[in-house]
């Protein structure tokens, strides 16, 4: 499965942001099944878990820093997963990349980046003071 994160780009702060993921390729999946997360990475910083759509179900789960300003939600018709982000500041600058985990999780388990077997190749955000 190709994850194609797009959206990224530069905003002031407490400006917003929607970014998109995209899933294609000839592995079938049930899109609506999958777990489709979002991770950020910043310079020198380990890759972060940001938010995360758990399955058909549509269960959301949202990092304590992204809460209230961040969203995520998905469209099964397009196979694709969206960020929204509201509020951005400077900290949040990053690239973002969205990921697919094999399974289910709940709660601190859907940070786990080891879970996810299929990774985007990242969107840049940049978020000026």
């Known amino acids: 499965v190709q994850l194609q994160a797009s959206g990224g780009g530069l905003v002031q702060t407490g400006g917003s942001l929607r970014l998109s993921c995209a899933a294609s390729?000839?592995?079938?999946?049930?899109?609506?099944?999958?777990?489709m997360a979002w991770f950020r990475q910043a310079p020198g910083k380990e890759r972060e878990f940001v938010a995360i759509?758990?399955?058909?179900?549509?269960?959301?789960l949202t990092a304590d820093f992204a809460r209230g300003r961040f969203s995520v939600s998905r469209d099964n018709a397009r196979n694709t997963v969206y960020l929204q982000m509201d509020n951005l500041k400077p900290e949040d600058t990053a690239v973002y990349y969205c990921?697919?985990?094999?399974?289910?999780?709940?709660?601190?388990?859907?940070?786990?980046?080891?879970?996810?077997?299929?990774w985007g190749q990242g969107t840049l955000v940049t978020v000026s003071s």
């Open positions: 990921a697919r985990r094999r399974n289910r999780c709940v709660g601190s388990a859907c940070y786990d980046k080891d879970a996810y077997v299929d």
């Open positions: 390729g000839r592995t079938p999946i049930n899109y609506a099944m999958a777990s």
């Open positions: 759509t758990v399955g058909s179900g549509g269960n959301r």
